[in-house]
């Protein structure tokens, strides 16, 4: 007898799915497609549910579906180019023998080739450890641990950017990373849980259990040839154009049980039998883990937002400010829009202090916060910087819109009253960002601007030096 590989909640052959109108494409992008033929397309071969390829050498999982539905609306033909790993999928597009990745992630490695779509479905990465080890809300609080992951994700980058100093080996397929937690080799092997769960049921490895659901995530996107501008439009009104009803009907195809019928049933049912009590055991322990894990990530919601935020005045502190900054300069890179920054002083505050205390200084600084919210726009971020310094990052602006904001705020600034002290004045530097620039240098010119505002007589605002 013999029969496919059971799976649990997670696995479907391929189903038809029938769109529901084709795109309101233009008349250019309508020329491309039928220019360009049909659209080839390279995946993840071994990274179910979520896609893969079968023994026939088709297409299978979650995104396969997405993608016969979103050819059906482009009115495009799919061609399925098999590659042997996640890794060669990426030289062949780069070399041009694919047009599309199934799902890709924006890693900066990779733009130079590669463009990706607006994401379709998120899922956040989780940890798999052997039994007995804590819950883990953070993963700062494990970082003297080794961490295995899959070579050539994007996890990779992700988890490395987050965590400077994590420690991260790469294997070359998930039976290989969970055998290495399973033997001690390795503290936890990172995925998502669909994944986990998936590889773990496939390979037999059944007493890991998921200890932590992190908030770094997989933005599931179709990546898209560089040189391919056009089909990366087509394919974002493709997405856009998804339901909810089209997204849901597409997940739960991958939620059930399939096995071949064959001539001899008996074997068969044991080994149904015995994987259905898997399947229980470990949904069950899955929910109970992440029902803790939903309760621990709230709590390090809570944590976080402490961590950001100025006691003081309510307002983003230093922390706070380079996580939006560096939000700020990730969309920007995407979208190739400018943002500037704005560094403002409360002039002669020592002075304000030493005549009425720190406590009517405080008051000030408090009050000015609340001023400096009223007088920006909606999607400008405001934080305090330190002492009586404060920060606006002010996204999709050039550097004449900034010198305009800061010219608007130095005059309002110094028409109000502050009790006890009377009217205060600010001096602004102003910067706008330029391309390959960090987050310190871009910082660095708009304190540098700053001060010149200062050395000139205070009162006023002084653009950086690009």
Known sequence: MKYSAITFGLLCLPCSILADSQLPLTEAEQQFIEAHGPIKLCSDPDWMPYEGIDQQGRHIGLFSDFHALWAEKIG???????????????????????DILSSAQDVADRRGFLAVTDPFIHYNFAIATQPGNEFIIDLSQVLDRQFVLIEGYASVDILRNAYPDIDITTVGSAQQGLRKVEKGKMYGYIDTVPSINYQMFRHGISHLKISGVLDQHYAMSVGVRRDLPELLAIYNKAIA??????????????????????????????????????VILLTYRYWKVRGNNLRLRELNKKLHTLSIQDQLTGLLNRHG????????????????????LLMIDIDHFKLINDRFGHDAGDLIIANFAKLLTTM???????????????????????????????EDLRTN??????????????????????????????????????????????????????
């Open 241 to 278: 154009a998804t339901s909810e009803a089209d997204r849901q009907r597409i997940l739960s195809n991958w939620l059930s049980i399939q096995y071949e019928v064959v001539t001899d049933s008996r074997p068969l049912l044991w080994s149904l039998a015995v994987s259905l009590l898997l």
């Open 76 to 98: 495009a033909e799919l061609q399925f180019v098999v590659t042997d790993s996640w890794p060669q999928s990426l030289e062949y597009i780069q070399a041009g023998r694919c």
């Open 413 to 466: 600034v110094h028409k109000q009253t502050f009790k006890p002290n009377g009217q205060i004045t600010v001096s602004i530097g102003i910067a706008e960002y330029q391309p390959g620039e960090s987050i310190e240098e871009c910082i660095k010119r708009a304190d540098k601007a700053l001060y010149q505002a200062k050395h000139l007589g205070r009162n006023r605002c002084v653009e950086a030096e690009t």
């Open 376 to 406: 920006v726009r909606q999607h400008d971020v405001v934080g305090r910087w330190g002492g009586e310094e404060f920060m606006i990052i002010c996204p999709e602006t050039p550097l004449a819109g900034a010198r305009q904001l800061a």
């Open 321 to 340: 400010l380079h996580e939006a900054f560096a939000s700020e300069l990730a969309r920007s890179t995407r979208s190739h829009h400018t943002f500037s």
